[in-house]
């Protein structure tokens, strides 16, 4: 399990910094704004995802569930035990999240996705994902609409 994990995890991780790097340009080309992403794990724990406070999140599953993904807590590695406060909770300065997939993007502010977990406005929590490394809860597109920022159409340039 422990060797299936890492590949996973590793092959996860490649395609989050990839999607990372394509919502970077395409905000740079479509809005002139200039993202810097911490690569390394101290400026990631000692800052936050980037020196903006913006933190992006690919949603690989989006187009099949039609459900946003928003982590509450992590674990390293497959464990029993509790998770550790991630995402929303993690204490950074991120106050924008970025979520979604190649095709559309949801913004959402921190605040909200809190308030959100606090009053159980969300579709569906998740304590354990199918990996059992994450817990969180499930936005329907439509709440994600309802709720968010603003929602960017990826495939559109301005």
Do not use: H
């Amino acid at each position: 399990m422990e060797m299936n994990y890492n590949n996973y995890r590793e092959n996860k991780s490649k395609e989050a910094k990839e999607y990372q790097d394509f919502i970077c340009e395409w905000m740079a080309k479509n809005y002139g704004i200039v993202m810097t992403i911490f690569s390394s794990k101290k400026y990631q724990y000692n800052i936050g995802e980037s020196l903006q406070g913006v933190e992006i999140k690919y949603d690989m599953r989006y187009e099949e569930t039609g459900n946003i993904y928003i982590e509450t807590g992590e674990k390293a590695k497959p464990r029993n035990g509790e998770y550790y406060p991630s995402g929303i909770f993690r204490n950074d300065n991120t106050w924008i999240y970025f979520i979604g997939n190649y095709n559309e993007l949801f913004a959402f502010s921190k605040k909200q996705l809190v308030k959100i977990y606090e009053r159980e406005i969300y579709s569906r929590s998740i304590e354990n994902n199918n990996t059992l490394t994450s817990c969180g809860y499930l936005l329907s597109k439509e709440k994600a609409e309802k709720y968010c920022i603003m929602k960017f159409n990826l495939k559109e340039n301005i």
